[in-house]
């Protein structure tokens, strides 16, 4: 299992989060075909591709502005589990997660047990807004 998790622009605390079970593909950007779907102005429509790899996962950047990892441009590199992504050097922040079997296991036991009012509350949507205060159409890039 992989996650996503869109975290706050200035206290880097969870805003969102998107969980995958069996995706072996799963791609990030501002057009709607997209898995994870960031209205932003500078991420690309197209902007960034994880890529399964037998129980590895790999990154890829396809933005025009750049995908970036501890402030540096990368064009692909391998996951690490913790690692956080920004899409553009100004843009949203993406923290991954991977999931080993046996922790998937012991999360879905404990998510068994919460009540619905102990959930985490966090929107499982698949678009987020990152500015609305930008309008984009469909033929931006």
Request: aromatic share 4%.
């Amino acid at each position: 299992m992989i996650t996503l998790t869109l975290l706050h622009p200035l206290q880097s605390v969870p805003v969102q989060s998107w969980p995958f079970e069996n995706e072996s593909l799963i791609r990030i950007g501002r057009s709607t075909d997209n898995e994870v779907i960031l209205y932003s102005a500078v991420v690309s429509r197209h902007h960034v591709e994880l890529r399964r790899n037998g129980s590895e996962w790999e990154i890829v950047s396809l933005g025009a502005n750049g995908t970036y990892i501890d402030g540096k441009r990368i064009t692909q590199m391998s996951v690490v589990d913790g690692m956080i992504i920004r899409l553009a050097s100004s843009g949203p922040k993406i923290q991954i997660h991977i999931d080993s079997e046996t922790s998937q296991s012991k999360a879905k036991a404990a998510l068994g047990k919460q009540s619905p009012s102990q959930s985490s509350g966090m929107d499982r949507a698949r678009d987020t807004f990152i500015n609305s205060h930008t309008t984009h159409t469909e033929n931006e890039n």
